[in-house]
């Protein structure tokens, strides 16, 4: 089309079908081109001078995103883009409260863009997607706790969860403390009796963890390095077959395992 001198409109909107960045090529496109070219791509707004309301508004709809192509966008297409993309909020200078809230609800990690954001704004962006808090710089223990309470998994991207977090998070997923970095007896006691095989996730458990786990399971002690002999004990009385989990067992363990299988 760039070869064809004035292209009729038909030849233009043949053209800007096959491919609407085209619309670069061609000089004075009518509203008719312009349109056609934002609905099926609305960053192809790039390439239009002083695009109509009508115009911003088709390529907003379609791509939030291309609000960074518009100059000094009304709050009206600045609400309709985080409406589609909450990532468009990047876009925005000095973004409202109310459009902070928009985005975030519409995609929790658009708060990565948002400088300083409220707690009302970092709640919603919690609440629409956990992952979201691995944005939020130094989030109290509330914004925490509700991210845990909602999924524990949110865990993962809380640094130095306190306690109370690390509780939280187990007592509703028991293998969430994977994410735990030495976590403290209590924390491993409520992860092993929410899950059996949060064991496998505990480096060097407490006594009692193992106990707790092999008591329930004691095929489990597969999963224990270096067991104790009450913990041996208690596996094969639990079920005789952990004997062939346990290394060098201990002569009453292997006393206890020879009484239980004779007939």
């Given at each position: 089309i760039k070869y064809i001198s004035n292209p009729s409109e038909e030849l233009q909107l043949i053209a800007i079908k096959r491919n609407e960045n085209i619309i670069q090529w061609i000089s004075s496109p009518s509203e008719k081109v312009q349109l056609v070219a934002v609905h099926q791509n609305g960053h192809s707004i790039e390439y239009i001078k002083n695009p109509s309301k009508e115009v911003q508004l088709a390529a907003i709809e379609k791509n939030g995103n291309a609000i960074q192509h518009i100059e000094n966008p009304s709050e009206e297409l600045q609400l309709i883009a985080v409406n589609q993309n909450g990532n468009a909020i990047q876009y925005i200078k000095n973004p409202s409260e109310k459009l902070q809230l928009i985005a975030v609800n519409q995609n929790g990690n658009a708060i990565q863009y948002i400088n300083n954001p409220s707690k009302k704004v970092q709640l919603a962006a919690i609440i629409q997607n956990i992952s979201a808090i691995q944005y939020i710089i130094n989030p109290s223990e509330e914004i925490q706790l509700t991210a845990v309470n909602k999924n524990g998994y949110a865990i993962e991207y809380i640094k130095n969860p306190s306690e109370e977090i690390q509780l939280a998070a187990v007592e509703q997923h028991g293998f969430t403390i994977e994410y735990i970095n030495?976590?403290?007896?209590?924390?491993?006691?409520?992860?092993?009796?929410?899950?059996?095989?949060?064991?496998?996730?505990?480096?060097?458990?407490?006594?009692?963890?193992?106990?707790?786990?092999?008591?329930?399971?004691?095929?489990?002690?597969?999963?224990?390095?270096?067991?104790?002999?009450?913990?041996?004990?208690?596996?094969?009385?639990?079920?005789?077959?952990?004997?062939?989990?346990?290394?060098?067992?201990?002569?009453k363990v292997k006393l206890i395992a020879e009484n239980i299988t004779k007939p």
């Open positions: 030495n976590p403290s007896e209590k924390v491993q006691l409520a992860a092993v009796k929410q899950y059996k095989l949060a064991i496998r996730f505990i480096k060097s458990p407490s006594e009692k963890a193992q106990l707790i786990t092999v008591n329930e399971d004691g095929l489990l002690i597969k999963y224990i390095n270096d067991p104790p002999e009450e913990v041996q004990l208690a596996a094969v009385k639990q079920n005789i077959n952990a004997i062939k989990y346990i290394k060098n067992p201990s002569e």
